[in-house]
């Protein structure tokens, strides 16, 4: 364990103060006093400002995260957070449609998200292409979460596994929602990209009202639709089709861009009311339902294989069975078809190719219609009678819910020749989640004691598709592919239901030494009716050095248990191998005869400096994360003598037509070293405040072991970028910004510049190069046009930067690859400069 490597990374967080307010304080409009910032997560304790925490705890304040082009929660978290990345994710299956995230560079399912302090449900997709930092996470959807219904965000940067359980290994993500019971607001924000695309239209809204004297009731909506968007060129393999007289292929052939989404509605709402005996009752939940509309790879009808070809020669089907009556015309395809016209095979009704049904090739599009719900019910207070008397309780129960259903259009059933069907409903994906929790804590004078216990029920649902998107057609005995082809859907033998129970109890001391040292220890039991069980701790502390330096640290253990989904999904997908399409099946291990899936476990070290100078405030914080038993999905691979012996065994359909497969495994170990560091300074410029925010961030991650590190090469033995690549260049191991915010009486504006340093760019999922470090600005202007109504314009990435330019020489093409311009694993996304204006009226 490399202790010694907890150095430098520095983090210089652009948080609440990112943009414009210091990062542990708020300034009160009425009279410029300074409010230290409250927090309720990372400890068990009363809630307490953000300098008096043991671990570094950013408060992100929703009103300036929310300046920004974006409405996606993913986006305005990216622009304030360096150590928390996103990619847009064009031609990633599922991953398009729920983007996974990256926070102190490790996978999107190891950071704990909450929900007003209760666990949130994770999303049913799991990120098969997730640019190698995600393959195969299934994290929460954090997109279905917008910001007017947000009183402040609250990002733990430390390990907390001993305290609220599986996947807080990188750290924890608090959403608070508004509790407001008066008064309310309304926006209405639309913008484009500088390309002319994109067009992005937001309506949202918030209301809050009493319930009767002591309650509220706070509800929120937002509706938003935006177009997709492309940064394609045409394919240099359809423009040779095109050139020789092709007149039936698309252009572009293949989109690189964001998806389409349609009709995206969220409701959030939120409810709490006082009784008589001094304890609350509280509920809060979501409806969010949004359609996606995404591109897949193009189908070349000259090099296809399993659908055009096979091998180097044309795939022709001979619809009477009689495979030999077809021999004749199975010659060497030409770009412009002419050997199939001179042949006399256009003319065969027996002989059947897919250049006489679609003759310019297709690119299929991914659609899902996504389904979020939840909702939690609670009641909480203090007990006044009894063995408990004077301790604190709180009882509450959640169920969470997320639906993908899956479509593929514009594509075939090839086994089905002539007959296939064009568009295909190809199932769903559901994840269920239930939790209770009891909850018990009591001040003894200095001293900090909490309990409590949690039960919780997660399953993975698999919904067959329609028939024809995974039968078996007449034509497979002759070599054409079976399934909607890009992404076939789920057949009966791999629907059902997985679940998974578990319980957990903990306990949790904190207690304040000396009026300048506090120290604190939790532990945490979980035992789960599939692996078994695992014990956790945390160690930590704060000492106030001196009235302007206080420093801090903790230890601990954790551990993310293996999803649901990753232990029993069955998945088709299309990726690049050696330049190629492969459709590749993913399968459980267990069906593979492989060992059953473990949790990940982890060693977090961090320790830090909080510094009051003045104006200035600063925020040190390094750490130090181990994780063994990665889980990631292997390489794809065909399927070995002893697998296909395992899937027959298991009732997989047809295990001898499968020609690739991958699987989940515990893989490979990692090391991930960080500095985190926060500053900002205020001042009365320019008639006016002025608030200075510099963020820089550094995080390097080490892989250890398994298939991921390929001996040490940059590509595998199938061509591909090798995964430790992936997962270590990746990201930039740098990042900063800079923030300047001005705010006057009636007009406030500020100007961020985002710094991002070398990485690997990766595109298709197959191969990348070095890129140079970039820089994006963005912008806006807001006038308060009277006390309710707010006008403002701005612009992100102001200066049109597309992202790292793709090299097509590396695979011997001039200007593109696969009508990719640029690196899609860029991580300002390849879009370019986006503009916007926003209204916003308060009552």
Same mark, same amino acid.
């Given at each position: ?27 009160? /409009? ?30 992100? =304040? ?67 292409? /997730? ?78 009202? +009493? ?40 252009? +572009? ?16 709402? =939120? ?89 310019? /090739? ?199 248990? +293996? ?248 695979? /011997? ?31």
């Amino acid at each position: 364990m490399k202790v010694q490597q907890i150095v430098t990374s520095l983090s210089l967080v652009a948080l609440a103060g990112s943009l414009g307010m210091p990062a542990f304080a708020q300034t009160s /409009g009425d009279d410029n006093r300074v409010m230290e910032e409250v927090v309720t997560v990372g400890s068990r304790t009363k809630p307490r400002s953000v300098t008096e925490s043991p671990v570094p705890v950013d408060v992100l =304040n929703v009103n300036d995260l929310a300046k920004s082009g974006s409405s996606d929660m993913l986006d305005l978290l990216k622009g304030s957070v360096p150590s928390f990345n996103v990619h847009d994710q064009p031609i990633s299956d599922a991953a398009s449609m729920i983007r996974p995230v990256n926070m102190r560079g490790l996978s999107s399912d190891s950071t704990l998200v909450l929900l007003n302090g209760k666990r949130r449900h994770r999303a049913s997709v799991i990120a098969f292409q /997730g640019g190698g930092l995600n393959d195969g996470a299934q994290g929460p959807d954090i997109s279905v979460i917008p910001s007017i219904a947000l009183k402040q965000v609250e990002v733990l940067r430390d390990g907390a596994a001993a305290q609220y359980g599986s996947d807080a290994i990188a750290g924890v993500m608090n959403f608070v929602l508004k509790d407001d019971a008066e008064g309310g607001s309304l926006q209405v924000k639309s913008g484009e990209f500088f390309e002319g695309d994109g067009q992005t239209t937001i309506m949202a809204g918030n209301y809050g009202m +009493p319930m009767t004297d002591s309650g509220f009731l706070n509800l929120s909506f937002q509706m938003k639709n935006a177009d997709d968007t492309s940064r394609s060129v045409q394919r240099p393999d359809a423009q040779a089709m095109i050139d020789a007289g092709n007149t039936s292929v698309p252009v +572009p052939a293949q989109i690189w861009g964001s998806p389409k989404i349609e009709d995206d509605l969220t409701l959030f709402g =939120n409810f709490g009311i006082d009784l008589k005996d001094g304890t609350e009752i509280y509920a809060f939940g979501n409806y969010s339902n949004r359609m996606v509309d995404g591109g897949f790879y193009y189908r070349n009808p000259n090099g296809r294989d399993g659908v055009y070809t096979t091998g180097d020669v044309r795939l022709v089907g001979a619809l009477d069975g009689n495979a030999a009556s077809c021999d004749a015309y199975r010659t060497t395809p030409l770009a412009d078809g002419s050997d199939m016209v001179t042949s006399g095979l256009m003319a065969d009704d027996n002989c059947f190719v897919f250049n006489k049904m679609i003759p310019g /090739g297709y690119t299929p599009r991914f659609i899902g219609d996504i389904t979020d719900t939840s909702i939690t019910a609670g009641r909480r207070g203090e007990l006044t009678d009894g063995y408990l008397k004077g301790w604190n309780f709180d009882l509450s129960a959640s169920v969470g819910r997320n639906e993908a259903d899956f479509g593929l259009n514009n594509t075939i059933n090839p086994s089905f020749g002539p007959d296939s069907k064009r568009d295909f409903d190809t199932g769903a994906y559901i994840q269920l989640e239930k939790t209770l929790n009891a909850d018990l804590q009591k001040q003894f004078d200095t001293l900090s004691l909490a309990m409590g216990a949690e039960w919780r029920e997660e399953s993975f649902q698999i919904v067959a598709g329609e028939g024809m998107s995974w039968q078996v057609g007449p034509l497979a005995e002759q070599g054409f592919n079976i399934g909607s082809h890009g992404f076939a859907g789920f057949s009966i033998d791999s629907a059902g239901t997985a679940e998974r129970r578990n319980y957990a109890l903990y306990v949790d001391v904190e207690n304040q030494l000396t009026d300048d040292l506090l120290v604190g220890g939790a532990l945490r039991y979980e035992d789960f009716d599939t692996f078994g069980d695992t014990a956790n701790y945390k160690l930590v502390f704060n000492w106030q050095l001196s009235e302007n330096i206080a420093w801090r640290g903790s230890h601990s253990t954790g551990f993310r248990a +293996p999803t649901m989904g990753q232990a029993s999904v069955v998945n088709t997908q299309t990726s690049i191998v050696g330049g190629q399409l492969t459709q590749a099946q993913t399968l459980p291990a267990t069906k593979l005869g492989e060992a059953e899936l473990m949790p990940e476990e982890s060693v977090n070290f961090a320790t830090g400096l909080v510094i009051s100078a003045g104006a200035v405030d600063l925020t040190v914080d390094a750490y130090y994360i181990e994780v063994e038993d990665r889980i990631a999905l292997t390489d794809n691979a065909a399927p070995t003598d002893a697998q296909r012996a395992a899937m027959a065994l298991a009732g997989v359909p047809n295990p001898e037509l499968i020609g690739q497969i991958n699987y989940f495994a515990n893989d490979f170990d990692t090391e991930t070293t960080g500095l985190d560091v926060v500053a900002t300074y205020g001042a009365e410029l320019l008639g006016g405040a002025t608030d200075f925010s510099l963020a820089y961030n550094w995080t390097k991650t080490e892989v250890n072991g398994g298939d991921a590190t390929c001996g040490g090469a940059f590509v595998n033995n199938q061509g591909e970028i090798c995964k430790a690549v992936r997962l270590e260049r990746g990201l930039p191991e740098h990042r900063a910004s800079f923030t300047v915010s001005q705010n006057w009486d009636k007009l406030s504006a500020f100007v961020r510049t985002n710094f991002y340093g070398e990485y690997v760019g990766v595109h298709a999922d197959w191969f990348g190069e070095q890129l140079d470090p970039e820089f994006t600005v963005d912008m806006e202007v807001s006038y308060q046009a009277s006390e309710a109504i707010a006008l403002t314009a701005g612009a992100s990435n102001l200066f049109d930067n597309m992202g790292g330019k793709i090299d097509g020489s590396i695979v /011997g093409e001039a200007d593109n690859v696969l009508g990719g311009q640029y690196y899609e694993t860029s991580p300002y996304g390849i879009a370019g400069g986006f503009y916007y204006l926003k209204a916003s009226y308060e009552f």
